[in-house]
């Protein structure tokens, strides 16, 4: 089945820096979403992404679906960005089985 | 509007006893999904509704495990004779195809304890 390996697997950043999260994926994808699950455990939406750019806020998103990876950019990163960011994809061919990555645990320095 | 809620949030229970989690989905979205996560772990998908076709079970990992979504809304996940490895977290997602396609929207989760 099909592969999502998320990088880096971990990231301390000081307030104020900048980060690229990267989610690439096997095979080709008809969906593919990018989440944060705070320190609670509630996941929230940030990005559906198949393809293309989207921007919201101090957050984006590029998704190259011919080159099979996905990149989640962080800029002047607050306290409040720590958690997990997670990257989930639809397989083109796998029904609806949604197929989330490990994550990236993230924890921001005041 | 209301998002989705699941119950209980937590529950504790003996080994070999069976157990049903909730899950109210988004009023109006007609696709449902159920994930476990365990301690420190992304997300496993379990099974997948939408409207009235055949679910997806695809992600059931033993016949003890098994799903109900009634009317089109509400869903229960069962799980038979509960062993320690199916403590975790159980998340429901729903989502609505008829707009943002395959956006899913994801409840609190409930936390189960098999002791």
């Known amino acids: 089945g099909i592969q999502v390996e998320q990088s880096p697997p971990d990231l301390i950043l000081q307030e104020g820096a900048n980060s690229t999260l990267r989610c690439n994926f096997s095979d080709s994808v008809n969906n593919l979403q990018?989440?944060?699950?705070?320190?609670?455990?509630q996941l929230i939406n940030l990005f559906y992404i198949p393809s293309g750019t989207k921007q919201n806020g101090r957050l984006s998103a590029t998704t190259v679906a011919t080159e099979r990876y996905s990149l989640l950019y962080?800029?002047?990163?607050?306290?409040t960005?720590?958690?997990?960011?997670?990257?989930?994809?639809?397989?083109?061919?796998?029904?609806?089985?949604?197929?989330?990555?490990?994550?990236?645990?993230?924890?921001?320095?005041? | 509007g209301a998002g989705v809620s699941q119950s209980p949030s937590n529950k504790v229970t003996e080994k070999g006893k069976d157990v049903e989690l909730r899950c109210d989905p988004i009023s109006g979205?007609?696709?449902?999904?159920?994930?476990?996560?365990?301690?420190?772990q992304g997300l496993e998908f379990?099974?997948?509704f939408q409207g009235n076709s055949a679910p997806d079970k695809s992600g059931l990992p033993s016949d003890r495990f098994s799903a109900e979504r009634t009317g089109g809304s509400v869903s229960t996940l069962t799980i038979q004779r509960?062993?320690?490895?199916?403590?975790?977290?159980?998340?429901?997602?729903s989502s609505d195809s008829g707009s943002v396609p395959y956006e899913q929207y994801?409840?609190?989760?409930?936390?189960?304890?098999v002791t």
């Open chain 1, 34 to 41: 990018w989440f944060h699950q705070n320190p609670w455990g």
């Open chain 2, 46 to 48: 379990l099974i997948y």
């Open chain 2, 29 to 40: 979205h007609t696709a449902l999904y159920w994930y476990r996560q365990s301690l420190g």
């Open chain 1, 81 to 110: 960005d720590s958690g997990v960011y997670f990257c989930a994809v639809e397989p083109y061919t796998g029904g609806f089985k949604t197929i989330f990555g490990a994550g990236t645990r993230l924890f921001v320095k005041a």
């Open chain 2, 106 to 113: 994801f409840g609190p989760g409930t936390r189960l304890t």
């Open chain 1, 74 to 79: 962080i800029s002047s990163s607050q306290t």
């Open chain 2, 82 to 93: 509960t062993q320690q490895e199916d403590s975790a977290v159980y998340l429901c997602a």
